[in-house]
């Protein structure tokens, strides 16, 4: 049986059709992923107008700065193999930036972490640049050379600071540290490994040039359509990237898959939890390497795109495991339409009939753990069960609190999962001298078991 969200390809095309024509753009590629497949694709209008081509699954776009949730994989992936951490200084990898400007506080502050996830305060671009112009230096070397220009704008951990020079820097990081240059490293490590094989870094290789869409600047006064401006530049881990909606559904599916093939899953959740508010209307969070943005009551992980002739967009719900592609060759809001696509997709989803499994086996050793606690200083009873093939806790009085237990090395020892108070600390059920369960000390507080009265 296929997806759900298979099964609203008209409304998918309605939705993009009316788009494409509301904002007057040339064309666009667009998609739906749900879990593992890429379950709907199609496009409206041209990837080159002069030529009548029209766009496919597998046309490319400049996917700019979406690029930068693959540097912060390679960071992450290095952090998981003990190469890195995520908050060491900067400077530690890269000893150019010990000249650079830092009165808002020591240099030490400038971390891997905070470069991440845009709150470092650094500087938005590379000295020199000036997009009017079309002027940007692409090289990190270059750059380096030039630190004693780079400063840092903001105070640290004060606000979003969005900074394209900061992610360039980790992409020089990632060669330093793996001994791997960037290019060739996010091309073994995470595009060989989820075949996505039309998505490069420029420049493009010649089995690639053909598939290109040709960027077009806004119209203005007028329907005809300007060739956006030919950039020299060749981008790196800022926003190098060409791609196509059959790739980035590989890439989306690889976010939220339960056995992921270049990260594990726990290092993947890590980077789509929300770190910090980027406004005051608390509806975008920034994680690592994505933000986030609430709608509806839904939170979408996602990140955006943007340069000369290329706008798009690629979110997806995690809990749902729903996402979807928006990619344009003009300027418009590829937002606005991949939320549109993922809201039908997510919807569809949600509508179809729950898949029912074989609950999993309870471990035979943690049977004498489960049943009824007391806290009597609070006048609480809580209740330990095996849930959802995870060993929890449950309190009759709070719904929502209901941490799950991790086992340890040392029997009956457990640790708590995250999202609570407990978080982190230990779990440690104690028995009595005949080898009952007779309490629960968690994290803080013992609470005696209550024994079943025989029937």
């Not at 891997?112 to 650094?122: A, K, T, Y």
């Not at 420029?202 to 006064?221: C, I, K, N, Q």
């Not at 009956?412 to 007779?438: C, K, M, T």
Request: aromatic fraction near 8%.
């Amino acid at each position: 049986m296929g997806s759900p969200a298979a099964e609203r390809a008209s409304r998918y095309e309605a939705a993009t059709a009316s788009f494409v024509k509301e904002n007057r753009l040339p064309g666009a590629a667009v998609g739906v992923v749900h879990g593992d497949e890429l379950a709907w694709s199609g496009s409206v209008g041209f990837a080159d107008v002069a030529e009548r081509r029209p766009s496919d699954a597998r046309t490319l776009y400049r996917v700019a700065s979406i690029t930068k949730t693959f540097t912060a994989t390679a960071v992450m992936q290095l952090r998981d193999e003990g190469k890195l951490a995520l908050d060491d200084a900067a400077v530690e990898y890269l000893p150019e930036l010990r000249t650079m400007r830092s009165e808002l506080g020591p240099l030490e502050q400038l971390t891997i972490r905070r470069m991440l996830s845009h709150e470092s305060g650094l500087q938005s671009e590379p000295p020199g640049t000036d997009w009017s112009n079309v002027v940007y230096e692409d090289d990190p070397h270059r750059t380096l050379a030039r630190a004693a220009e780079i400063t840092t704008a903001v105070p640290a951990n004060s606000q979003w600071k969005y900074s394209n020079l900061a992610y360039q820097l980790l992409g020089e990081m990632v060669s330093r540290v793996s001994g791997i240059p960037y290019p060739k490293y996010i091309r073994s490590r995470i595009l060989v490994p989820l075949k996505m094989t039309g998505t490069s870094l420029d420049p493009l290789p010649a089995r690639l040039r053909s598939r290109r869409a040709t960027g077009y600047e806004p119209r203005f006064l007028s329907d005809e359509l300007d060739l956006a401006p030919r950039d020299a530049s060749v981008f790196g881990a800022e926003g190098g990237l060409w791609s196509c909606v059959e790739d980035l559904g590989r890439w989306l599916s690889c976010q939220v898959a339960d056995e992921p093939k270049v990260l594990a899953r726990a290092t993947l959740d890590e980077m789509h939890r929300p770190r910090y508010l980027a406004d005051d209307t608390w509806t975008r969070a920034w994680g690592i390497g994505w933000y986030a943005v609430r709608q509806d009551d839904v939170v979408w992980v996602m990140h955006s795109g943007g340069y000369y002739g290329f706008i798009t967009n690629a979110c997806f719900d995690p809990k749902e495991k729903v996402g979807a592609i928006a990619l344009l060759n003009g300027i418009g809001n590829a937002t606005e339409l991949a939320l549109r696509l993922g809201t039908i997709a997510r919807d569809a989803a949600r509508e179809a009939a729950p898949r029912i499994d074989v609950p999993a086996a309870l471990p035979e050793a943690w049977q004498a753990l489960l049943g009824l606690y007391t806290a009597r200083h609070l006048g609480a009873i809580f209740r330990v069960e095996w849930l959802d093939g995870k060993l929890s806790v449950l309190s009759a009085d709070d719904p929502q609190w209901k941490p799950t237990l991790v086992p340890t090395d040392e029997p009956d020892v457990f640790r708590i999962e995250r999202g609570f108070r407990e978080s982190g600390e230990l779990a440690r059920f104690e028995r009595g001298p005949d080898g009952r369960v007779v309490s629960l000390f968690l994290a803080v507080g013992r609470l005696q078991r209550l024994e079943p009265v025989a029937g």
